[in-house]
């Protein structure tokens, strides 16, 4: 059984930064492409992004370009996202995603496996 347990959410101000970490059960995070997505109410679910674990690269959303990175540690079978320069609209519960896929796209339903997700509030 596939699971993924999200941490690190919480209220940070505008400006600062958060760092999300996802660990992975019943799957290998060096078989599985994992990312991220986020929705904040009364909106769409948004991708944010992801790592495929067979290139290794790293895929952005448009809105989180050069604010966001993602790392993984095969060891920890957890993948992390550093969110830097945080503003109030990156304010949604943010998701973890994996999928067996090399890159599985930037759509939500092309991911097999979704977490309960974590709050991320971003004050201004």
């Known amino acids: 059984q596939v699971r993924l347990v999200e941490s690190g959410g919480g209220l940070v101000q505008a400006g600062g930064s958060l760092r999300l970490s996802c660990t992975a059960a019943?799957?290998?995070?060096?078989?599985?492409?994992m990312g991220w997505f986020r929705q904040a109410p009364g909106k769409e679910r948004e991708f944010v992004a992801y790592?495929?674990?067979?290139?290794?690269?790293?895929s952005f959303g448009d809105s989180v370009k050069g604010r966001f990175t993602m790392a993984r540690d095969g060891v920890k079978n957890t993948v992390y996202m550093q969110m830097n320069s945080l503003y109030p609209e990156d304010t949604a519960i943010y998701y973890c995603?994996?999928?067996?896929?090399?890159?599985?796209?930037?759509?939500?339903?092309?991911?097999?496996?979704r977490g309960q997700g974590t709050q991320v509030t971003v004050s201004s």
């Open positions: 995603v994996a999928d067996p896929q090399a890159r599985p796209g930037t759509n939500s339903d092309d991911w097999e496996h």
């Open positions: 019943g799957v290998t995070s060096s078989t599985y492409s």
């Open positions: 790592i495929s674990w067979r290139y290794g690269d790293t």
